[in-house]
């Protein structure tokens, strides 16, 4: 209940309501859920305090009233004066405009969302000092005061890191396998980027982002190596028993690099192959004059809003798509397949556009005749190369096991490798020559061999140790007792085979038997999704499926870190140290929104 000796909360009356009797009056503010309401309906009298009155726009005969019957001595022949607002602010409303301390759960949540908002978005930290954020944030909570800028760079997204870094760590501990990519990009200062593959317990295809580090040294292999070897020890990564397989370009340096570190084996990125393939085709004489000419026709377009709208124009007339001429990279081929390959689209739209007035005099023709049919072979050699481009650089499906399917298309001389048999849609392996699938199989059953006979061992120490304790002896149960029957049958039985257990290699080869009597996948359907459901049925070639599988065909993951760190070190903000730099881009890659 109010306090009755408590004053109520009033607005004052506009300026422009200039009777004297105003300095008397007020309208009466409540204060519901935090929002503030004036209510105009009626007045309130500043000498009592409880007494409202009712008020209609412009009558203030009602108020004049009732100071003469119940104050009889106020004066009110004298003139308003304005009064200011703050005077009117009662308590109540101080106490709502009071700011949130900074320890509090409202206060603690907010800071840590916006952590989230510049880790997980790229944004740089002066974005708390921005005029509009301020605001922003002003209106959605104005009680919180935003923390400085250094705030957030050495604790709030310095804690976001630790925990997110915990749960990699975390994460990898318990997977049996994986494989590393690993890229340089050169930005204000040269930068290594070390990516990891796995497949998870559920057969998802997995990959963090661990680490974005400058690299001062020259990039001799012998450099290399050891931050790959450090990159190794600090994340955990080392499995007994099993090399960790790297994708790399194939830059000399990084290939012995990994080999120098005890990684391996090296997987040459298959996209980088084909990008050096692709860029010998389009550097021939006669197909590299042939981009510079529709070159400059793009450009033309580009640069002059005129020609742009007269080809809209065309295109519209002409009853042709309107999409936009292409302007390629000289740098990246794929773009400049783009390009020509939209030129015979807009080809009757380009010529139209060209004969117009203000195009005439620019000195450009389009492609005649022979030009066209080069551009239509150029187009037909690079498609299929385009098209594996494509397919080769995802990164949520396994890639590795598409090679030599693929090598008789673009690689005739990439010897096979055995992984590719442990994708259920290759499996029949009809790429390669029946001597060779043999070997391959036969590969497969001796490494399954090995792995499984390791697996035992491991165990056995295991066992051994913990049971050579005298606490195990202690607790240790005694043998079962053989029924009857056993006793009586069981040599003889056991001796003619009647019960014998098939040995480790015997069960290998059964499965691997199985395992090729069985239908091919679908190409279009996902191997790892095949594998989730009949790990049980194939459980030995299952272990290696996860171990070969989770390989990356491409280092594209680490190269598309690239735009990430594009992004964060710019030229306004270069100032970032390194350690900010690979904190910022582990963050922006790893950290999961809930």
Same mark, same amino acid.
């Given at each position: 209940m109010a306090n009755p000796?408590?004053?109520?909360?009033? +607005?004052?009356?506009?300026?422009?309501?200039?009777?004297?009797?105003?300095?008397?009056?007020?309208?009466?503010?409540?204060?519901?859920?935090? @929002?503030?309401q004036v209510d105009k309906s009626k007045v309130v009298c500043r000498h009592c305090s409880t007494t409202e009155i009712g008020y209609a726009a412009g009558n203030t005969s009602n108020m004049l009233t009732h100071l003469k019957r119940h104050h009889?001595?106020?004066?009110?022949?004298?003139?308003?004066?304005?009064?200011?607002?703050?005077q009117t602010v009662t308590p109540i409303t101080l106490a709502f405009k009071q700011h949130l301390a900074s320890n509090s759960d409202r206060a603690k949540a907010i800071t840590h969302g916006i952590g989230v908002f510049i880790a997980t978005g790229l944004r740089p930290y002066s974005v708390v000092e921005n005029a509009g954020f301020k605001y922003m944030i002003k209106v959605l909570e104005p009680r919180y005061e935003i923390p400085s800028h250094p705030h957030f760079s050495q604790k709030v997204v310095p804690a976001l890191y630790e925990k997110t870094r915990s749960d990699v760590v975390s994460e990898l501990s318990r997977v049996p396998s994986l494989s590393l990519t690993t890229d340089s990009w050169t930005s204000r200062a040269t930068e290594s980027y070390l990516t990891v593959h796995f497949i998870s317990p559920q057969w998802e295809m997995?990959?963090?982002?661990?680490?974005? &580090?400058?690299?001062?040294?020259?990039?001799?292999?012998?450099?290399?190596?050891?931050?790959?070897? +450090? =990159?190794?020890?600090?994340?955990?990564?080392?499995?007994?028993?099993?090399?960790?397989?790297?994708?790399?370009?194939?830059?000399?340096?990084?290939?012995?690099?990994?080999?120098?570190?005890?990684?391996?084996?090296? *997987?040459?990125?298959?996209?980088?192959? *084909?990008n050096l393939a692709s860029q010998k085709v389009t550097s021939i004489n006669q197909i590299s004059r042939l981009l510079g000419k529709v070159r400059k026709i793009v450009t033309c377009f580009h640069k002059s809003t005129t020609a742009a709208h007269i080809l809209e124009s065309k295109q519209e007339m002409l009853n042709i798509p309107k999409h936009s001429l292409i302007q390629d990279v000289p740098t990246r081929w794929n773009s400049s397949y783009d390009m020509l390959q939209r030129y015979p689209e807009q080809q009757a739209a380009i010529y139209s556009a060209l004969t117009e007035k203000p195009l005439k005099n620019?000195?450009?023709?389009?492609?005649?005749?022979?030009?066209?049919?080069? =551009?239509?072979?150029?187009? #037909?050699?690079?498609?299929?190369?385009?098209? *594996?481009?494509?397919?080769?650089?995802?990164?949520? &499906?396994?890639?590795v096991s598409m090679i030599i399917p693929l090598k008789t298309t673009v690689l005739h001389s990439m010897a096979p490798k055995q992984e590719d048999t442990l994708d259920p849609r290759f499996k029949a392996l009809p790429h390669i020559e029946d001597d060779e699938r043999q070997?391959?199989?036969?590969?497969?059953?001796? #490494?399954?061999?090995?792995?499984?006979? #390791?697996?035992?061992?491991?165990?056995? #120490?295991?066992?051994?140790?913990?049971?050579?304790?005298? +606490?195990?002896?202690?607790?240790?149960?005694?043998?079962?007792?053989?029924?009857?029957?056993?006793?009586?049958?069981?040599?003889?039985f056991q001796r003619q085979g009647g019960s014998s257990k098939p040995t480790l290699?015997? @069960?290998?080869?059964?499965?691997?038997?199985?395992?090729r009597a069985s239908g091919c996948l679908s190409l279009e359907a996902d191997p790892l999704l095949w594998w989730k459901g009949h790990e049980a049925t194939?459980?030995?070639?299952?272990?290696?499926?996860?171990?070969?599988?989770?390989?990356?065909?491409?280092?594209?993951?680490?190269? &598309?870190?690239?735009?990430?760190?594009?992004?964060?070190?710019?030229?306004?903000r270069s100032v970032l140290s390194a350690e900010n730099v690979d904190k910022l881009i582990f963050l922006a890659k790893n950290f999961k929104l809930e």
């Open positions: 000796s408590e004053k109520p909360e009033l +607005e004052d009356p506009l300026s422009s309501l200039r009777s004297p009797v105003w300095e008397h009056f007020g309208f009466p503010v409540k204060v519901t859920d935090g @929002q503030r009889p001595s106020v004066n009110v022949s004298y003139t308003r004066k304005k009064t200011s607002l703050v997995r990959n963090h982002v661990l680490q974005t &580090r400058h690299v001062y040294e020259q990039h001799t292999s012998t450099n290399l190596a050891e931050h790959l070897k +450090e =990159a190794v020890n600090e994340w955990k990564l080392e499995r007994p028993g099993t090399t960790i397989p790297v994708t790399t370009d194939n830059a000399k340096n990084i290939v012995s690099a990994v080999k120098e570190a005890g990684l391996g084996p090296q *997987i040459g990125c298959f996209a980088h192959t *084909i620019k000195d450009i023709y389009t492609l005649n005749d022979e030009e066209v049919a080069t =551009a239509e072979e150029v187009i #037909e050699a690079l498609k299929p190369l385009k098209t *594996i481009t494509t397919l080769m650089s995802t990164e949520s &499906r396994a890639s070997k391959i199989f036969s590969d497969i059953i001796t #490494e399954m061999m090995t792995t499984t006979e #390791e697996e035992t061992e491991d165990a056995t #120490e295991i066992g051994a140790g913990s049971s050579s304790s005298p +606490e195990a002896s202690s607790t240790r149960s005694p043998p079962a007792k053989k029924s009857v029957m056993t006793e009586l049958f069981g040599e003889l290699l015997e @069960q290998v080869q059964e499965e691997v038997s199985k395992y194939y459980p030995h070639i299952a272990k290696l499926a996860k171990r070969y599988l989770c390989i990356p065909a491409t280092s594209v993951a680490s190269e &598309r870190v690239f735009s990430t760190a594009g992004d964060i070190v710019t030229a306004t």
